[in-house]
Each structure stands twice: as C-alpha cells, then as structure tokens.
C-alpha cells in the first residue's frame, strides 16, 4: 500500500520469517555460529529457545538457506504429537510411505531411507519448529530416532525451536537421556537500543528505500521503547507507521508520528511494561548462546521455579499447560480481529477526509 509512495521495491515488514531480510545481530550471529558449529557435528541434537518473535524460525530458515548440498533437511511444525503420529510426520516428510504400515514397518522403512541416504554420501536433518508443544513421551521418540546408526555414524541430526517453555520440558529429571544428546544450544534475546534501529535500517534499505532521513531520531527511541527490541514487535508496529505516514502523506516520521500510532496500536498490540523499555529479559541466559544444557541447573532456584510445571514424576502438567495455551490463543485471536476492525475504521476515515478534501479542490477549480 505504501510502498509505492515511500519508493520502496517491497515490503519492508513482512511477519513471514524471509531469509534474504537476515539481519545478524550479535546475538543472531553469536547463534548462529553455535548452530554452523552443531550441524557440523553431524550428530544429536541442536536446541534453539527464545522469547516469543525473536527469530527462531528467521534463523533456522536462514541457516537452512545456506545448507551444504549434502544435507536433506525435512522441517515439521508441531502441534500436539503423539510419539506415533510424529513417526509417521517425520517418515512422510522424508518421502517414506506410511499409508496402511504399522509403526515398526515404518520405523524399518525410514530407517533404510536414511541408511540409503547415507550410502549416497549425504545425511538428514529434521528441524522441528514449536517443539515446546512435544509431550516428553514424544520428545523421548525423537531420541529413539537419534538413535539410527551406522557403523558408529548416527543416520540422522535434529534440530529443536522453541519458545521458553521448552527450557523447562527439557529439564525434566527423566530427560537426561536426551539432553546428553544435544551438542549445540542457544537462547535468542531482543535486539538492544542501537540494535533495533539497525534492524529497522537494514531492513528499509533491503526493501530499496533510499530516503536515509526518512526517520527522525527521535523516532527510534520509540519504538524501541515500545517494542521492547523484539523483532515481530517492530515489525507490526513499523508496518503501521508507514501507513499512517503514507495516508498522511508525510515525508518525515518523527516522534509525533510514532506516539501517533503506538497511541493507536497499544491496546491492539502487546506492551511491555512501563519502565522496562531497555532490559533484556528475566531468564538466566537471556541473550547469551549456552553450549549446553547444564543438567545442575534443573536444581538450582530458577530450575525450581520452572519444576512447578511439572508433576512429582517430571511430566509435564498437559490439562493446565495447554489450557493456559488456549487461553493465550482466544485472547490472541480477539486481538487480531479488534486490530483489523480498528484499522478498517481508521482508514474508512481517512479516505472520508481525502474524498472530502478532492471536493473542496474541484468546487475551487
Ligand atoms: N535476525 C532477524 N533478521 C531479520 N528479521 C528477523 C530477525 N529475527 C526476527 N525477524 C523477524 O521477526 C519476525 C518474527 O521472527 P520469527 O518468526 O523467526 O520468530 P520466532 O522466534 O520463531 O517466533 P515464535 O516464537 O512465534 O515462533 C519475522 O517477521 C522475522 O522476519
Ligand atoms: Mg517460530
């Protein structure tokens, strides 16, 4: 819609993770090379948390987009998976059929998948994005799968995104198994202050505006601010201060632009709390990529916070957990269609006021 009048060559905003708009920030990088360094183990599993639009999948997408030719990476996204619908999901996304097969024919036909890949000189991936939806007993499946080998070399590597909830599924005393399996691990953070406007700026310039005074500096304190340097945040948030410059036909975005449309878009969007525009999040690794998954943390006050999501046996409490989940996704939904309502209405007024003002010119004429 405005990309014409900001000369712009695309959309600079877009929600979907698009690899060619990669932005490294330092953290983004510093992930990044844990992950290079992981893939290149060729084995186990590698683990990415982090707060909610941070980038987990920008990042598994980008890496994917530099993948060497000898790796076939086969992605699912997660609902609820019961550890036999998550066989037959990765088979099938492998190309091995399932249809009429039980789960031992199909657990010996993808294991032949993997070991004829092998013989080719090539290996497999499996990425599995929102892996904080996996039932331990699922997750405990997908260790079994690590568990293809040949003479010594593991058939196939695994990749996990998840938001924090996964921190502590994987925590779990029973989990010990599968956390000696994972070989790289990182915990992605929001950008910091001069970080959120890069971000901004890179993502203009790939988008082919030219204009470098567009914002005004004032500007980005803003939205940082506002966004709390989280990258689906600013993405939103940016998305709608373009339009309104565009229905308003300015040439310069300035605070008063910005508080504009934050004033606009708060109850729709969420807002962090007051004061806590420039911290980074509460968790102990916040922005920092971990090696590993240190076992000892499960015992340490944090690990006891987030033990209370589980049971006295260590599973996971499923009826609250995904009630609260469900919650979240109603309130979410609500949201999404009070947004869209809200901003019919604003741009129904605003093409009154056009209309109105092209019949004051006419008359004049
Ligand atoms: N490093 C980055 N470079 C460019 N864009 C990014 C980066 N990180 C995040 N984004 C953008 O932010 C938005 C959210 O990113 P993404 O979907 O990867 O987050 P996520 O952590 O996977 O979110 P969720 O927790 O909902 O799965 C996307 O529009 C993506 O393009
Ligand atoms: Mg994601």
Redesign the pocket.
């Known amino acids: 819609m405005y990309e014409n009048y900001y000369g712009l060559t695309s959309k600079p ?6 690899p060619s ?5 330092k953290w ?1 990088k510093r992930a990044m090379s844990y992950l290079q360094y992981g893939l290149s183990q060729a084995e186990g599993f590698i683990v990415i948390t ?10 598994a ?2 890496l994917l987009d530099n993948i060497e030719d000898d790796i076939v990476a086969a992605q699912i996204v997660t609902p609820k998976l019961s550890p036999d619908e998550l066989v037959k999901m990765v088979a099938s996304k492998f190309e091995v059929g399932t249809l009429n097969k039980t789960k031992a024919d199909i657990l010996k036909d993808l294991e032949k998948y993997l070991f004829d890949l092998h013989k080719s000189g090539k290996r497999a991936l499996l990425i599995v ?2 892996a904080q939806n996996l039932p331990l007993e699922t997750i405990e499946e997908l260790r079994m799968l690590s568990n293809f080998q040949q003479q010594g070399k593991p058939l196939l590597q695994s990749f996990l ?1 998840g ?1 924090e909830e996964l921190q502590p599924i994987l925590r779990a005393p029973n989990m010990e198994q599968f956390r000696q399996r994972i070989v790289a691990s990182c915990h ?1 953070a929001p950008l910091n202050e001069p970080e959120c406007r890069e ?1 901004i700026e890179y ?1 203009l310039k790939h988008a082919g505006l030219e204009n470098n005074e567009l914002f005004a500096d004032g500007a980005f304190d803003k939205i940082f601010k506002f966004t709390n340097g989280v ?2 945040r ?2 939103t948030l940016m998305d709608r201060i373009l339009l309104y410059g565009f229905l308003e036909e300015l040439t310069l975005l300035d605070e008063t632009a910005v508080d504009t449309v934050t004033a606009e878009v708060a109850d729709e969007m969420f807002r962090p709390e007051e004061g806590t525009g420039a911290t980074q999040p509460p968790l102990p690794a916040a922005g920092q990529p971990q090696p590993k998954v240190n076992v000892s943390e499960a015992q340490t006050d944090g690990g006891a916070e987030v033990m209370s999501e589980l049971t006295p046996d260590g599973r996971v409490k499923d009826v609250q957990y995904y009630k609260t989940m469900l919650n979240e996704l109603t309130d979410a939904l609500d949201d999404a269609i009070s947004h869209k309502i809200k901003l019919t209405r604003y741009i129904d007024n605003l093409l009154k006021k056009k209309y109105k003002t092209y019949v004051r010119l006419k008359s004049d004429d």
């Not at 905003?13 to 698009?18: S, V």
């Not at 982090?50 to 990042?59: A, H, L, Q, S, V």
């Open positions: 905003f877009q929600l979907t993770p698009d708009f990669f932005f490294a920030s983004h982090g707060d909610i639009g941070t980038g987990k999948t920008t990042i997408n980008s994005d929102e995104l938001q992605l971000y993502r990258p689906r600013i993405n």
